[in-house]
């Protein structure tokens, strides 16, 4: 294993240590939307690892997933100024990064490491450009929907959806360019 393998491998060992410690403490708290939030995150980061994702993807994506999760229970999309949008760009094309391997690896989408047939140079960059501003997509209907039944839980309008989306997908169309990097510096790996 390389230096750098395991050092994504301590990184992703080391976030899944702290969304364990994370539900637990909330859950000693009796703050339970905090405490199910990351037991959900936790199952999350599991399934990820037992597929074939390359370890710098999954640790950069628990990682940005704990960040995104704390910045939700702490509140800091309200307190810290523009939190909201450094994770909107980093945390859509992380998650698409890596439904792209998962997928790869279910046999669902052909795997860039072996470029021919049926995998187009750009692919990998178009499909996890695509999927991660669809998961931005999804998350503004999910503002949405929580604004509409608490409108004091989360005030956001349009010019925040629509920086949150331009976000999602630049942040995606970057971390499309990283995996089609990572595939040509393992080509038939």
């Known amino acids: 294993m390389s230096t750098r393998s395991r050092a994504g491998s301590w990184v992703f060992l080391t976030a899944v240590a702290v969304a364990v410690a994370s539900a637990l403490g909330l859950g ?3 703050r339970w939307d905090g405490m199910l939030r990351f037991a959900a995150v936790t199952v999350v980061l ?4 037992r597929a074939k994702v390359p370890t710098g993807f999954v640790a950069a994506f628990a990682v940005l997933v704990l960040l995104a999760m704390w910045g939700s229970v702490q509140h800091w999309y309200a307190e810290i100024p ?3 949008t ?3 760009v980093l945390t859509p094309g992380s998650l698409a990064a890596v439904s792209y391997f998962l997928l790869v690896d279910a046999g669902l989408l052909p795997d860039a490491r072996r470029p021919g047939g049926s995998v187009r140079g750009w692919a990998p ?5 695509l999927v991660g501003s669809a998961a931005a997509v999804l998350w503004e209907y999910y503002e949405w929907v929580v ?6 839980g989360m005030l956001v309008g ?6 949150d989306l331009f976000a999602g997908m630049c942040g995606s169309l970057v971390a499309g360019l990283f995996v ?9 790996s």
């Open 28 to 30: 000693l708290m009796q």
């Open 46 to 49: 599991l399934l990820t690892r």
């Open 82 to 84: 523009h939190f909201d």
């Open 86 to 88: 450094v994770v909107h």
């Open 125 to 129: 960059v178009l499909w996890v450009t």
């Open 147 to 152: 604004e509409q039944i608490s409108p004091q």
């Open 158 to 163: 349009y010019t925040d959806t629509v920086v």
């Open 180 to 188: 089609l990097r990572w595939a040509r510096r393992h080509t038939g």
